[in-house]
């Protein structure tokens, strides 16, 4: 069967084409601009608002994986733009070419609405997928960290300089490498009982999450060295985000709408959203995952 993908150039994507050669799955990809051939991928050149493009993406497709998804936008209609109408478009799509199965992933933020533009959007994107009428399935992964990565890229350069700045001492976080969260993408697929109509949170299988000092010691270890780590309240969060935003002239990574997600003290993945044992669970221990995530970053001249 052929699996429809958006996202397939980012982080996430990437790792999932990797995957899907792996267990020789067809996959057709969405991507904006053109690409490398791939084994076993077609690219289909497009973007979320292009509903020729869609429609093609979807042409005798099996499944819909629906990755894409802007983190980093100036205000709230950059969000929904990408994020709502964009997944609107995608279950369009799949309903006019008659694919039902569609799994959609969101964000932890996705929780908490109200904590920033970003999750906001996710929930109105869940909202819609979960009013489709497709047999769908929404995953919200924790923090992701692995190969490719640059998002975390800064935790591991921070750690190199000695100094890492981190939230809030009271804070606790999930993690999953994404490895792991790929090889879950590729489990729901088929769909059944078990998945359909079920929203997940998978993480690294470690209870309770991580403390930040705890996973800034991790990275720590995994870099050979032992940092110091300075906790930041919400309020130098968001002081640092607008300081930051100033003098990199709105290139600064951590935006004000970050600072308030980051500041919120338990982004831990939900017992009661676990996803089923006899279907998947996580095989990358975090710790070693963070030492190979290290390595390869060194390897690319990252650090």
């Known amino acids: 069967m052929t699996l429809a993908v958006t996202g397939?150039?980012?982080?996430?994507?990437?790792?999932?084409?990797?995957?899907?050669?792996?267990?020789?799955?067809?996959?057709?990809?969405?991507?904006?601009?053109?690409?490398?051939?791939?084994?076993?991928?077609?690219?289909?050149?497009?973007?979320?608002?292009?509903?020729?493009?869609?429609?093609?993406?979807m042409q005798g497709a099996e499944a819909v994986l629906h990755i894409a998804g802007l983190v980093s936008a100036p205000d709230a209609a950059g969000f929904d733009a990408a994020n709502v109408g964009g997944t609107l478009n995608v279950i369009e799509a799949a309903k006019r070419a008659g694919v039902q199965r569609l799994i959609f992933v969101s964000s932890l933020s996705a929780r908490e609405a109200h904590l920033s533009l970003y999750g906001a959007s996710k929930a109105r994107a869940e909202k819609l997928v979960m009013a489709s009428g497709l047999d769908w399935t929404i995953v919200r992964p924790p923090a992701i960290y692995g190969f490719r990565d640059k998002e975390m890229l800064d935790l591991f350069k921070a750690a190199k300089w000695g100094v890492m700045p981190m939230p809030g001492r009271e804070g606790r976080a999930s993690y999953i490498h994404v490895e792991d969260l790929v090889r879950l993408l590729m489990k729901l697929i088929p769909g059944g009982e078990a998945v359909t109509g079920k929203t997940f949170e998978p993480d690294d299988g470690r209870e309770q999450g991580w403390s930040h000092r705890e996973i800034a010691r991790a990275i720590g270890w995994a870099m050979g060295k032992r940092p110091v780590i300075v906790h930041l309240s919400s309020a130098w969060l968001h002081r640092a985000a607008r300081w930051g935003g100033k003098l990199t002239r709105g290139r600064f990574k951590l935006t004000p709408d970050r600072a308030c997600y980051m500041a919120h003290p338990d982004w831990v993945a939900s017992s009661r959203a676990k996803v089923p044992e006899s279907l998947w669970k996580p095989i990358v221990p975090t710790r070693e995952g963070l030492k190979a995530t290290a390595k390869w970053y060194r390897d690319q001249s990252w650090l």
């Open 8 to 57: 397939a150039t980012g982080f996430v994507g990437q790792a999932l084409l990797d995957r899907a050669e792996l267990v020789q799955q067809p996959v057709r990809a969405l991507a904006r601009r053109s690409q490398a051939a791939r084994q076993g991928v077609e690219w289909i050149a497009g973007d979320l608002d292009d509903t020729a493009a869609l429609d093609r993406l």
